[in-house]
T-cell receptor, first 113, second 111 residues
Framework: NAGVTQTPKFQVLKTGQSMTLQCAQD?????MSWYRQDPGMGLRLIHY???????DQGEVPNGYNVSRSTTEDFPLRLLSAAPSQTSVYFC????????????FGSGTQLSVL | GENVEQHPSTLSVQEGDSAVIKCTYS??????FPWYKQELGKRPQLIID?????GEKKDQRIAVTLNKTAKHFSLHITETQPEDSAVYFC??????????FGTGTSLTVIP
C-alpha cells in the first residue's frame, strides 16, 4: 500500500511551458485535492474532486486544470507556466470527503523561470 | 470564502514547557477544525481534529479547544520534546469539501 504518490519530485520549467503533475492513490479514496504551499501563506486549495468525473475549484484555481477519469488518479495541469506558479505542490486524498484525515503525497517542488 | 488567521508565526519554548497556538476563523458555517504537523522537508500529517459539537479533545500530550461563539480554536502541547519541533497548521472547513489553512506556526523546542 503506497498511499499517495506524486511525480515528479522536482521540476524546472520556463515561462510559457506546460506540464502535468501526477497524483495517484491506492487507498480507494473518493476525495482528492491539490494544494500549493508558499512561504508565509500556508496551504491553499487549487482544485478538488469528490469522485471520478467530478471536479471543482478551490481557493486559487486560475492557471490550473484538473480531471478525474478514474478513482485512483488526479493529475494537475499547468497550461502556460508563469513565475507566480513557483511553489511546492501537494496532492492529498481522504476516504469520502474533506472532513476526514487527509493523506498527503510527498510534494513536488516546481520552479518556473 | 473562509479566512483563517493563525498566531504566533514563530514560537520557541524550553523542553518540558507547554506550547499554545491559536487560530481564528470567519465563517460561522465551519464545523471541522484539524491541525496538521509538517516537519522540515516532509508532508503535512494530521495530529488532531475537532468537530463543532465538541468543545475540547485530547490525545496524550496534545489537546485542542474550540470556542464557536468567539470563532477561535487552539492547539495545546504539554511537556514539549525536541521532536515536537515542526510547523503546525490549523484549518477550517465551511463547506464539507474545502479546507482553508492558517499560515502556520514554526515551533522550536530548545533542549
Amino acid at each position: 500500500n503506497a498511499g499517495v504518490t506524486q511525480t515528479p519530485k522536482f521540476q524546472v520549467l520556463k515561462t510559457g511551458q506546460s506540464m502535468t503533475l501526477q497524483c495517484a492513490q491506492d487507498m480507494n479514496h473518493e476525495y482528492m485535492s491539490w494544494y500549493r504551499q508558499d512561504p508565509g501563506m500556508g496551504l491553499r486549495l487549487i482544485h478538488y474532486s469528490v469522485g471520478a468525473g467530478i471536479t471543482d475549484q478551490g481557493e486559487v484555481p486560475n492557471g490550473y486544470n484538473v480531471s478525474r477519469s478514474t478513482t485512483e488518479d488526479f493529475p494537475l495541469r499547468l497550461l502556460s507556466a508563469a513565475p507566480s506558479q513557483t511553489s511546492v505542490y501537494f496532492c492529498a486524498s481522504s476516504r469520502t470527503g474533506a472532513q476526514e484525515k487527509l493523506f498527503f503525497g510527498s510534494g513536488t517542488q516546481l520552479s518556473v523561470l | 470564502g473562509e479566512n483563517v488567521e493563525q498566531h504566533p508565526s514563530t514560537l520557541s519554548v524550553q523542553e518540558g514547557d507547554s506550547a499554545v497556538i491559536k487560530c481564528t476563523y470567519s465563517d460561522s458555517a465551519s464545523n471541522y477544525f484539524p491541525w496538521y504537523k509538517q516537519e522540515l522537508g516532509k508532508r503535512p500529517q494530521l495530529i488532531i481534529d475537532i468537530r463543532s459539537n465538541v468543545g475540547e479533545k485530547k490525545d496524550q500530550r496534545i489537546a485542542v479547544t474550540l470556542n464557536k461563539t468567539a470563532k477561535h480554536f487552539s492547539l495545546h502541547i504539554t511537556e514539549t520534546q525536541p521532536e515536537d519541533s515542526a510547523v503546525y497548521f490549523c484549518a477550517a472547513d465551511p463547506t464539507g469539501n474545502q479546507f482553508y489553512f492558517g499560515t502556520g506556526t514554526s515551533l522550536t523546542v530548545i533542549p
